[in-house]
């Protein structure tokens, strides 16, 4: 099991930018799949993004252009940078690990604490 900790949320306005980070725990992060998840109070939670070992990134559509994932293997640290935020990015941000390419949560088997993330107007 690897530990994975959330850090960088906070309040930001509306059309503002945040960046969250995801630190592991390990010494084969560079294998893994990275993933960021969200979740709304009384929602699902749902695909944001993943990046994998080589690089490659996919995005939820609603956060394609607007959020950017990327990886420091040296760093075991992957982030997540949010730009041009709306009032529906409010959630409580998770990273999680993978060892395939997955949009479900579910195969994803360690998550951080989760962060949380408001956007006032």
């Known amino acids: 099991q690897v530990q994975l900790v959330e850090s960088g949320g906070g309040l930001v306005q509306a059309g503002g930018s945040l960046r969250l980070s995801c630190a592991a725990s390990g010494r084969t992060f560079s294998t893994y799949i990275m993933g960021w998840f969200r979740q709304a109070p009384g929602k699902e939670r749902e695909f944001v993004a993943y990046i994998g070992n080589g690089g490659r990134t996919y995005y939820a559509d609603s956060v394609k252009g607007r959020f950017t994932i990327s990886r420091d293997n040296a760093k075991n640290t992957v982030y997540l940078q949010m730009n041009s935020l709306k009032l529906e990015d409010t959630a409580v941000y998770y990273c999680?690990?993978?060892?395939?390419?997955?949009?479900?949560?579910?195969?994803?088997?360690?998550w951080g604490q989760g962060t949380q993330v408001t956007v006032s107007s």
């Open positions: 999680a690990r993978s060892w395939n390419y997955y949009t479900d949560p579910n195969p994803y088997d360690s």
